[in-house]
T-cell receptor, first 113, second 113 residues
Framework: GQQLNQSPQSMFIQEGEDVSMNCTSSSIFNTWLWYKQDPGEGPVLLIALYKAGELTSNGRLTAQFGITRKDSFLNISASIPSDVGIYFCAGRKSGGGADGLTFGKGTHLIIQP | NAGVTQTPKFQVLKTGQSMTLQCAQDMNHNSMYWYRQDPGMGLRLIYYSASEGTTDKGEVPNGYNVSRLNKREFSLRLESAAPSQTSVYFC????????????FGQGTRLTVV
C-alpha cells in the first residue's frame, strides 16, 4: 500500500506567496520525483532527484532529496495562477524491485485572487 | 513528440462488459506501467512490465490482465467490469525499471454503471 506521507493535503495561498510541501516515508528511497497534475491531464514530471542531499531547481521550483533518504521537499517561489494543480511526490525504494513508483496522495494547491 | 498515448480517453461500460485500454510509447522505453487514480488514494500500480516479454502484478491487480504486445505497446484488459473499477487509468513508461523517471499518458476516464 501507500508508504509515502505527503503534506499538506491542500494549500490555499495568495498569488505571489511561496509554497512548501514535503513527503516522508519509513522506507529508504533511492530516487525522488515530483510531478504536477492539471485537471483532466496525466502527471507531468517537474524534478527528479537521485542523490541524498541533492538540491535541484527548475525555474521557480526547487526540490531536495533528504539526507536520511526518507524524505523530500518541494518549494515553489512567488506562486502564479498557473501553479494551481495537484503536486505528487513519488519515489523508488532502495533495494526494491522493478515495480514502479510509490506515490504520495498529492498536495492540492489553490491560489486565491 | 507523442510520448505516451492512451486510448480511449473516455469510456462508459455496463457491469460485466469487457474492454481493453491501449497504451503506446514512442520513447524506446523498456518499462511500462498501468496505474489507477481514485480520489484520496493517489496513484496505485495495477500491473507493470519491466521489459518486453515480462509482466508482473502491482498493488491492485485483481480484475485486470495485461499484455506487453511489443516494446511500444502495453494494454490493460478488464474481463468483466465492475463498478469498483470506475477510475482514471494512467499508462506510464520509463527507460528502465530501477532508477529513472516515468512519463505518463493523459489518462482514460472509465465509468462502470
Amino acid at each position: 500500500g501507500q508508504q509515502l506521507n505527503q503534506s499538506p493535503q491542500s494549500m490555499f495561498i495568495q498569488e505571489g506567496e511561496d509554497v512548501s510541501m514535503n513527503c516522508t516515508s519509513s522506507s529508504i528511497f533511492n530516487t525522488w520525483l515530483w510531478y504536477k497534475q492539471d485537471p483532466g491531464e496525466g502527471p507531468v514530471l517537474l524534478i527528479a532527484l537521485y542523490k541524498a542531499g541533492e538540491l535541484t531547481s527548475n525555474g521557480r521550483l526547487t526540490a531536495q532529496f533528504g539526507i536520511t533518504r526518507k524524505d523530500s521537499f518541494l518549494n515553489i517561489s512567488a506562486s502564479i495562477p498557473s501553479d494551481v494543480g495537484i503536486y505528487f511526490c513519488a519515489g523508488r525504494k532502495s533495494g526494491g524491485g522493478a515495480d514502479g513508483l510509490t506515490f504520495g496522495k498529492g498536495t492540492h494547491l489553490i491560489i486565491q485572487p | 513528440n507523442a510520448g505516451v498515448t492512451q486510448t480511449p480517453k473516455f469510456q462508459v461500460l455496463k457491469t460485466g462488459q469487457s474492454m481493453t485500454l491501449q497504451c503506446a510509447q514512442d520513447m524506446n522505453h523498456n518499462s511500462m506501467y498501468w496505474y489507477r487514480q481514485d480520489p484520496g488514494m493517489g496513484l496505485r500500480l495495477i500491473y507493470y512490465s519491466a521489459s518486453e516479454g515480462t509482466t508482473d502484478k502491482g498493488e491492485v491487480p485483481n480484475g485486470y490482465n495485461v499484455s506487453r504486445l511489443n516494446k511500444r505497446e502495453f494494454s490493460l484488459r478488464l474481463e468483466s467490469a465492475a463498478p469498483s473499477q470506475t477510475s482514471v487509468y494512467f499508462c506510464a513508461s520509463s527507460w528502465d525499471s530501477l532508477n529513472t523517471e516515468a512519463f505518463f499518458g493523459q489518462g482514460t476516464r472509465l465509468t462502470v454503471v
